[in-house]
């Protein structure tokens, strides 16, 4: 596997450890760190709208070759190497790629010595981890996830049927465990968290009829702040649809409402809209 690349991007398979600089919605200028084996997905979640494709692995087992901590270092090293000749700055640092970093043996590790070559090479940059939270129960992880800038962690329903149908998850904990242990890092996170909704409707399921639940579930964890979003790319799988833009920004607003929280919604490739300036705009 390639340790650096700087041609690789954040919406394709990547043959890389690190990549990048890609322009990322909420992290702007950001350079990339695949954590699992190269040139396929794995994932515990197979989502039905996932712009990978499908999962080709769903656990550690048979994976292929993880990334190492050294490679990790070594990768990021080239990169700063390459930003500094295009004379370019970055503005976060994501663990992405190939599917769910934190299937990888070594999160917990491997975080702390991304952000050890963080503060060498690039001071000041966030770590952002992107997770579909399925192994934020399990204690080594959760102490991974702790030491990062920003997680943004998936929760795409609270309904075990809807989430089967949404997320095709094999061998997770069940979703009342995952928002307990989503609560558990609110507690303990050094920096924030964000829990992300995508909103789909897949034949003729939506969980957009469960936004009283998914506020229920954010007022016990607590995040710093929410994003709503519906899928942009076409999916692979035809049965899922995007949501109009108007009922995203209604769904948003309800969420607003009934938690209080900070929440931003997600349209095309445009950052991040706060609802309460959205839903107000009249221009």
């Given amino acids: 596997m390639k340790k650096y690349d700087p041609t690789a991007s954040i919406t394709d398979i990547v043959n890389s450890i690190v990549f990048g600089p890609v322009t990322s919605r909420r992290g702007g200028q950001s350079l990339g760190i695949n954590i699992l084996p190269h040139g396929k997905k794995v994932c515990s979640f197979d989502c039905a709208y996932c712009m990978l494709g499908g999962t080709q692995t769903h656990s550690g087992k048979e994976a292929g070759a993880w990334a190492s901590i050294d490679s990790v270092e070594d990768g990021l090293i080239e990169a700063s190497e390459f930003l500094r000749k295009i004379k370019m700055e970055i503005e976060s640092?994501?663990?992405?790629?190939?599917?769910?970093?934190?299937?990888?043996?070594?999160?917990?590790?491997?975080?702390?010595?991304?952000?050890?070559?963080?503060?060498?090479?690039?001071?000041?940059?966030?770590?952002?981890?992107?997770?579909?939270?399925?192994?934020?129960?399990?204690?080594?992880?959760?102490?991974?996830?702790?030491?990062?800038?920003?997680?943004?962690?998936?929760?795409?329903?609270?309904?075990?049927?809807?989430?089967?149908?949404?997320?095709?998850?094999?061998?997770?904990?069940?979703?009342?465990?995952?928002?307990?242990?989503?609560?558990?890092?609110?507690?303990?996170?050094?920096g924030k968290l964000a829990v992300d909704i995508m909103l789909a409707e897949i034949g003729e399921e939506t969980n957009l009829d469960c936004l009283e639940d998914f506020s229920e579930a954010l007022l016990e964890i607590r995040p710093h702040c929410v994003y709503v979003q519906t899928p942009t790319k076409p999916p692979v799988k035809t049965s899922v649809k995007s949501v109009a833009k108007e009922e995203l920004i209604k769904s948003a607003s309800v969420i607003k409402e009934k938690t209080g929280y900070d929440v931003y919604v997600l349209l095309g490739m445009n950052p991040p809209m706060p609802i309460d300036v959205l839903a107000n705009w009249s221009g």
Wanted: negative net charge; proline residues 6%.
């Fill in 93 to 190: 640092i994501a663990l992405t790629g190939n599917g769910e970093p934190t299937l990888n043996p070594e999160f917990s590790v491997i975080v702390e010595r991304i952000l050890e070559v963080r503060d060498d090479l690039f001071s000041g940059v966030p770590v952002v981890i992107y997770t579909n939270s399925s192994k934020v129960c399990e204690r080594s992880v959760m102490n991974g996830l702790a030491m990062a800038n920003i997680v943004i962690a998936k929760l795409d329903a609270v309904d075990e049927e809807l989430r089967e149908r949404i997320n095709h998850p094999s061998n997770t904990p069940p979703v009342k465990d995952i928002v307990a242990g989503l609560r558990a890092l609110r507690n303990c996170i050094n």
